[in-house]
């Protein structure tokens, strides 16, 4: 059976997803609890699992509520190395575990840099991986507790992931990511073509989450702080891939 990925927006500028395979639900990250069960209600699904990315409010601060409205037994998955700083957890995961989603495997990736305890939850099966702030379409989160080389080297696990993979981020940034990705490589005609994209879509109202890995690949300065020409651009040619992402994250923070 098939998955279908359902994104579903919350607060202002998050997202929140159901993985659904046949009439069942895994819900990942629940910034508030009423248009997750409202999508439940309406595809008359069953939660079974939720699946929550890392610490911040605004990724977990709707699970009581949900917990209350969905009932029945639901597993509560995070990471094993936050649990200080997490809901309590039925299951607890860390790099490299796999465990069994709706009868499919979920391979886990520490993702560290936003966040120390930061994980991704790849779906092979789906093609899919919600990353949450980790990795984002054009964007990657701020670097709040992890150094530059560990969000690089984060960045880069999620890069190798096969290039048709969806990726599920957690919020709608991408029309200023798309701004300050111009920046770094303004004559990128894959870039243009995107952000041209970008601002159709949302001139429609449409998310532009999730995105296409290969599309990451082509167009996220993030992603591409190894590569000469982003390197060259920025007059870092002799320094390091990760010093370079450092220096396309610090020149974002500011922009
Ligand atoms: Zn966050
Ligand atoms: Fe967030």
């Given at each position: 059976m098939a998955f279908e990925i359902v994104t579903v927006p919350?607060?202002?500028d998050?997202?929140?997803?159901?993985?659904?395979?046949g009439q069942r639900a895994a819900v990942v990250d629940i910034p508030e609890a009423a248009p997750i069960l409202a999508e439940v209600a309406k595809r008359e699904l069953t939660v079974t699992d939720i699946l929550i990315t890392h610490h911040h409010a605004d990724h977990i601060q709707g699970l009581a509520d949900l917990l209350a409205g969905v009932g029945g037994s639901v597993r509560v998955i995070g990471s094993s190395i936050d649990?200080?700083?997490?809901?309590?957890?039925?299951?607890?995961?860390?790099?490299?575990?796999s465990f069994n989603l709706l009868d499919s495997e979920v391979r886990v990736m520490d993702v560290s840099g936003h966040t120390i305890g930061h994980i991704a939850y790849y779906v092979p099966e789906a093609h899919a991986v919600f990353t949450a702030d980790?990795?984002?379409?054009?964007g990657c989160g701020r670097v709040f507790e992890g150094t530059?080389?560990?969000m690089w080297e984060s960045l880069t696990k999620l890069a190798a992931?096969?290039?048709?993979?969806?990726?599920c981020s957690g919020h709608e940034y991408t029309e200023t990511n798309a701004r300050f990705a111009l920046t770094i490589e303004p004559e990128n005609p894959e870039l243009q073509a995107r952000v041209q994209k970008i601002a159709d879509a949302r001139s429609r109202g449409e998310a532009t989450v999730p995105s296409l890995l290969s599309d990451e690949l082509a167009t996220n300065p993030f992603l591409r702080?190894?590569?000469?020409?982003?390197?060259?651009?920025?007059?870092?040619?002799?320094?390091?891939?990760a010093t370079v992402f450092g220096e396309i994250r610090r020149r974002k923070d500011s922009f």
């Amino acid at each position: 059976m098939a998955f279908e990925i359902v994104t579903v927006p919350c607060l202002s500028d998050n997202y929140a997803f159901l993985l659904v395979k046949g009439q069942r639900a895994a819900v990942v990250d629940i910034p508030e609890a009423a248009p997750i069960l409202a999508e439940v209600a309406k595809r008359e699904l069953t939660v079974t699992d939720i699946l929550i990315t890392h610490h911040h409010a605004d990724h977990i601060q709707g699970l009581a509520d949900l917990l209350a409205g969905v009932g029945g037994s639901v597993r509560v998955i995070g990471s094993s190395i936050d649990p200080h700083r997490l809901p309590d957890l039925d299951l607890s995961v860390g790099q490299g575990d796999s465990f069994n989603l709706l009868d499919s495997e979920v391979r886990v990736m520490d993702v560290s840099g936003h966040t120390i305890g930061h994980i991704a939850y790849y779906v092979p099966e789906a093609h899919a991986v919600f990353t949450a702030d980790s990795l984002m379409a054009l964007g990657c989160g701020r670097v709040f507790e992890g150094t530059m080389e560990h969000m690089w080297e984060s960045l880069t696990k999620l890069a190798a992931l096969p290039p048709d993979t969806i990726v599920c981020s957690g919020h709608e940034y991408t029309e200023t990511n798309a701004r300050f990705a111009l920046t770094i490589e303004p004559e990128n005609p894959e870039l243009q073509a995107r952000v041209q994209k970008i601002a159709d879509a949302r001139s429609r109202g449409e998310a532009t989450v999730p995105s296409l890995l290969s599309d990451e690949l082509a167009t996220n300065p993030f992603l591409r702080a190894g590569l000469a020409e982003v390197k060259s651009a920025l007059n870092m040619e002799h320094e390091s891939d990760a010093t370079v992402f450092g220096e396309i994250r610090r020149r974002k923070d500011s922009f």
